[in-house]
């Protein structure tokens, strides 16, 4: 949810079922020159550890086979047509920006699993970044209703676990805990709504 795009899903290369989609470009006798390179990179890429999916399907073309994997999520695409088997390379598109980086085949595996983890700490940075600008601390009962009057992001606050305190708060703001977190931060952190002791530091949000 928070990482998609007008194209559909992005999954972070860390929990993706397939890491790389490798889709052969299917033109002339291409079954013959380029299809064996592309077994073989499958081959290679699998052995290094990458999961890795070879789209080898002849009833599309691969500009629909493009959108169909980035719809998918799947973070980085490997393009082998005829000109690259003539220089040994294959060609690494990126799902987060579809930047091409043109990489000989003996590099490939090395040059993916970089790729792979910039990725990764790319769509880290930006989801933290997002939060961080949408999260909001409110500290006293007030302060949570005035931040929920106006705005849409996250309330973080103290939360003593009473059921009580969360249907307070839903009944007077609509929302309702999203997140709890692993233990109060600071650990002193009282509960926004009756004032005990934290035992979570929670998230607050309204749905909409
Ligand atoms: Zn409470």
Redo the contacts with the bound molecule.
Sequence with gaps: MTHGDDSGLILPPRVAPIQAVIVPISAGNWKETVLPQAQQVFADLKTAGIRVFLDDRDAYTPGWKYADWEMRGVPVRVEIGPKDIEKRQAVLVSRLDRKKIFVPWDKLAEELKLLLEKIQSEMYRKAKAFHDENTRPARAYPELLEAMAGSRGLIRSG????A??ETKVKADTSATIRVILDKPEPAAET??????D?LHTVLFAKSY
Excluded: E
């Design positions: 939360w003593c676990g009473g009580d305190c509960c926004v709504v009756c004032g005990k934290a």
